[in-house]
């Protein structure tokens, strides 16, 4: 295990031996690391992976048509990784010092610039570009939007997640336009979440990072499959926690938790008597029976005595395959037939649970090192048959879902993404500045399972139905 203790300012790292397998069970204690040599941080410039003499660079894959070119560009460096944290904390102080010599400056709102331009707002483009390192200091003067300034923006609209055009847009003026204030506040609060973390960084594991709405499949250090996700809508956020992928299902069922019978389901019956057929749900009692769903009291406020499934088939929520995660809140990654989402930018319409795109090549990869066979045309002949198929990991793989609208990756590259769900506005300065005068201290293992939270509630799976 690794872990930071600071202590008086100084860092001081203590390192074990590096796990080579996770340990099915029982579940180990996890921690979340830095390691002792970081480049410092800069912002803008994506160096090229760094490829061992001899090793082939991991192939990032994802279903082309749905990639946009900024996530084409953004390289192999994990989201999050053992020293995402102390990257942050270090990127803090830079940006701290460009608060303290009056930050950047702003363009007008109304702002309209793309190559060829020329005239004062340029050269405030020129200067902001400059000033966070998306642009080289001696390219800073002048007011022209020459071939430098172009690929500058287009740095910049990498690291914001945006559309790499080149022209100032409205959406990249508007990502110009936030203060470094607003982004130290991002950092901060992307740092306090991750105190509050406890993760184990195996040789595999897979991180899906809300705010930026993708799924990384990660392998010694090296991002090997990044896709596209679609996450909870702002009413039904998805959760950040960390668990384990326990098995793939093919085909899956999907019992419906009895919370989301009560509304939403009664809810659609109340309306349409035909619900529950067409949408192949079936009615179960305490021993599988099947119950005529003309029997019930569709206007229940009790809990109801029985449950709601659906039938395996391209109609299922889930779609034709789900990767399962034991966790307190009853979420998973799994397919979806609405993959139509997975062009638009803006990716926050499920009820909790994470949509993958091309989800049977990640299965694959998770599958990779487990049972043997199960390849992608293994997985594409097992759904073929339309039979509900479990097909357990003898090996789990952690994952972690984070949400981090701030991170710095180890290439130095600082990325910003919406505070969708308004998390960052809930940032506790006091707790922030009480760890790091006390210290940042990996959790220690638990004797007893950790207690569910409180705040626990059940996703619905309907999504856009």
């Known amino acids: 295990m690794r872990a930071i203790f600071v202590a008086g300012g100084v860092l001081t790292f203590m390192f074990g031996s590096a ?19 970081i480049p410092a941080a800069k912002t803008g410039a994506m160096a090229k992976p760094a490829v061992q003499a001899g090793k082939p660079a991991p192939v990032i894959a994802s279903t082309p048509e749905s990639r946009s070119a900024a996530e084409l560009a953004m390289g192999s460096d994990p989201v999050f990784d053992d020293g995402t ?21 702003g363009l007008p709102p109304d702002a309209k610039l793309a190559p060829g331009a020329s005239g004062p707002e340029v050269a405030l483009l ?47 003026l508007m990502a110009l336009n936030v203060p470094v204030g607003e982004r130290i506040k991002q950092l901060e609060a992307s740092l306090e979440r991750l105190l509050g973390m406890d993760f184990l960084f195996a040789e595999r594991y897979v991180v899906v990072n809300i705010p930026a709405a993708f799924v990384e499949a990660i392998a010694n250090g090296k991002v090997e499959r990044r896709y596209r996700v ?9 959760p950040t926690l960390t668990a384990y992928i326990t098995a793939v299902d093919l085909n899956p069922t999907w019992t419906v938790p009895l919370s989301i019978t009560k509304t939403e389901i009664a809810n659609h019956m109340r309306r349409d008597s035909s619900y529950l057929s067409r949408m192949h749900m079936r009615l179960l009692g305490a021993h599988d029976e099947e119950i005529d769903p003309r029997s019930v009291d569709w206007s229940m406020e009790r809990s109801p005595n029985f449950i709601v499934r659906q039938d395996a088939g391209n109609w299922n ?16 990654m799994h397919d979806t037939d609405t993959r139509r989402l997975f062009s638009d930018d803006y990716r926050f319409d499920s009820h909790g649970c994470t949509r993958v795109d091309n989800v049977r090549d990640l299965a694959a990869w998770i599958l990779r090192d487990n049972p043997p066979g199960w390849d992608r045309a293994a997985i594409d002949a097992g759904i073929a048959t339309g039979q509900t198929k479990i097909i357990n990991l003898p090996h789990k793989i952690p994952v972690a879902w984070v949400y981090l609208t701030g991170w710095v990756t180890r290439d130095g590259t600082v990325q910003f993404r919406d505070d969708v769900y308004k998390h960052d506005e809930q940032l506790d300065r006091a707790g922030l500045a009480d760890a790091a005068a006390g210290g940042f201290v990996a959790p220690v293992a638990q004797a007893t399972p ?12 309907l999504d856009s139905r």
């Open 19 to 37: 796990l080579a397998q996770v340990a099915p069970a029982p579940r180990p204690p996890q921690s979340i690391s830095a390691k002792p040599q």
């Open 85 to 105: 944290y102390l990257r942050i904390k270090q990127t803090l102080l830079s940006y701290s010092a460009i608060e303290v010599r009056g930050g950047w400056p």
């Open 126 to 172: 020129r200067r902001h570009l400059a000033i966070t390192g998306d642009l080289p200091a001696d390219h800073e003067m002048g007011d022209g939007y020459d071939d430098a300034v172009v690929a500058a923006v287009k740095k910049f609209q990498l690291r914001h997640g945006l559309e790499t055009t080149g022209s100032v847009g409205a959406q990249t």
């Open 230 to 238: 679609i996450v909870g809508k702002i009413d039904k956020p998805s």
């Open 317 to 332: 929520a889930l779609g034709n395959l789900k990767i399962d995660m034991p966790n307190p809140y009853s979420v998973y």
């Open 450 to 461: 950790r207690a569910v939270p409180q705040t626990v509630t059940q996703a619905s799976n």
